[in-house]
C-alpha cells in the first residue's frame, strides 16, 4: 500500500453549496463521477463562489451507515449570495483535520485506509471524529494535473 504524508490542520467552517446523490460503496465509482460530470460540472461556470476561497470545489461524505452514504459536490457559496436553483446549503464543519495530498482520483481509497487504519492508530493525541464528514478538495489545475487532497476530521483526545 501507498505511504501518504499526513499533516494535522485546523480548517474554518466553509458555507457551500451544491448537489449531492445518495449511493453505496460498490456504486460510488459511477454514481459520484457522474454527479460532477452531468449534474454539478455543468452548473461551476457562473457559481457565486465565495472569492475568500477561489477556485475551489469540494466532494464531501456523509456515511449513513457501513455501506449507504450521501456524496456532495459543492462549492463555496458568497456571502449574501443565492444559493442557485435545485441545490441546497451544506457547512464543512470548522476542526482539526488529517490531510494527505494525491496524485489522482485512483489513490482515494489507499489514502482513507492509510489515514483510518495505521497513521491514526500511530496517534497519541488525535482520534478520528467519526460524526463529522470527510471530505475532497480540488483545485482550479485538477483537470490538468489530477491532484487533490482529502481531508479526515479529527477530535483531540
Request: aromatic share 12%; net charge negative; charged share 15%.
Amino acid at each position: 500500500m501507498t505511504q501518504f504524508a499526513v499533516t494535522l490542520k485546523e480548517c474554518p467552517a466553509i458555507r457551500c453549496a451544491g448537489l449531492k446523490v445518495h449511493t453505496t460503496m460498490q456504486k460510488a465509482g459511477t454514481d459520484c463521477p457522474a454527479l460532477w460530470q452531468k449534474d454539478f460540472g455543468p452548473r461551476m461556470d457562473g457559481f457565486p463562489a465565495d472569492p475568500q476561497f477561489p477556485n475551489q470545489s469540494y466532494g464531501a461524505s456523509v456515511m449513513l451507515d457501513s455501506d449507504n452514504f450521501d456524496y456532495w459536490a459543492l462549492m463555496p457559496l458568497a456571502p449574501g449570495a443565492d444559493v442557485p436553483e435545485g441545490m441546497d446549503i451544506f457547512t464543512l464543519p470548522a476542526g482539526p483535520y488529517a490531510t494527505a495530498k494525491l496524485a489522482g482520483l485512483n489513490q482515494l481509497g489507499d489514502a482513507f485506509t492509510h489515514i483510518y487504519g495505521p497513521w491514526i492508530a500511530a496517534q497519541e493525541n488525535y482520534t478520528l471524529n467519526m460524526q463529522e464528514v470527510c471530505y475532497e478538495l480540488y483545485t482550479y489545475d485538477f483537470m490538468t494535473t489530477g491532484e487533490l487532497s482529502i481531508y479526515c476530521p479529527l477530535l483531540q483526545k
